[in-house]
Structure formats: C-alpha cells, structure tokens
C-alpha cells in the first residue's frame, strides 16, 4: 500500500509560479511511474506530467514549455514546478503512484489562478 500526500496549491496571479509536492510513503518508491493530474470543474481528469522511474518525462500540450516534472527518490518526492500560470490552470491537482498492477491516488489540492 502506498500512501500519497499532495501539497503546494494555493492561489496565484496569472503569469506567476506555484510548486507542488507529492509525498509518497512505502521503500520502493523509486519503481512507480508517477504523475500530476488535474481536474476543473464540470471537467474530466486529465493527465498534466508524469515521470517514469527511469526519469523519462511526458507533459500534456497546454502546459509544455511552463510546467516541469521531477522527482527526488531519496525524499520519496515527485514536484510539479508552474511558471506562467493561467486562469485555465485553475484546477484541483491529484498525484498518482503507479505501477502495471498497482495504482494509487492522493486527496488533490487545488489551484486557484486569477486574471
């Protein structure tokens, strides 16, 4: 089992920068594929960046070139960098754990951006 702890969110102007943290617990954290998602409302989940245990790294089209995805195995952390945010950011950010036959959530936390 592994438990998965997001923090970070708030609120920012437009054009400014938030970092999210992802805390996971459990000795092989380094072997999960892991991920930020967002949710706004009225809106389906949608895959934002992900990391692979290998560190390869995957970022969905709205936010290539102002969102950075990293992770730090020694601390069992994975971020999530936001430059140059936009209202349309505006979302509850969730980080996933997975592997082929495991899959974990946390509790979200969320981004508010104004104009």
């Known amino acids: 089992q592994v438990q998965v702890v997001e923090s970070g969110g708030g609120l920012a102007q437009a054009g400014g920068s938030l970092r999210l943290s992802c805390a996971a617990s459990?000795?092989?954290?380094?072997?999960?594929?892991m991920g930020w998602y967002r949710q706004a409302p009225g809106k389906q989940r949608e895959l934002v960046a992900e990391?692979?245990?290998?560190?390869?790294?995957a970022y969905a089209d709205s936010v290539k070139g102002r969102f950075t995805i990293s992770r730090d195995n020694a601390k069992n952390t994975v971020y999530l960098q936001m430059n140059s945010l936009k209202p349309e950011d505006t979302a509850v950010y969730y980080c996933?754990?997975?592997?082929?036959?495991?899959?974990?959530w946390g509790q979200g936390t969320q981004v508010t951006v104004s104009s």
């Open positions: 996933n754990a997975r592997r082929p036959i495991s899959d974990y």
């Open positions: 990391i692979t245990s290998g560190g390869t790294t």
């Open positions: 459990g000795s092989i954290f380094s072997r999960y594929t």
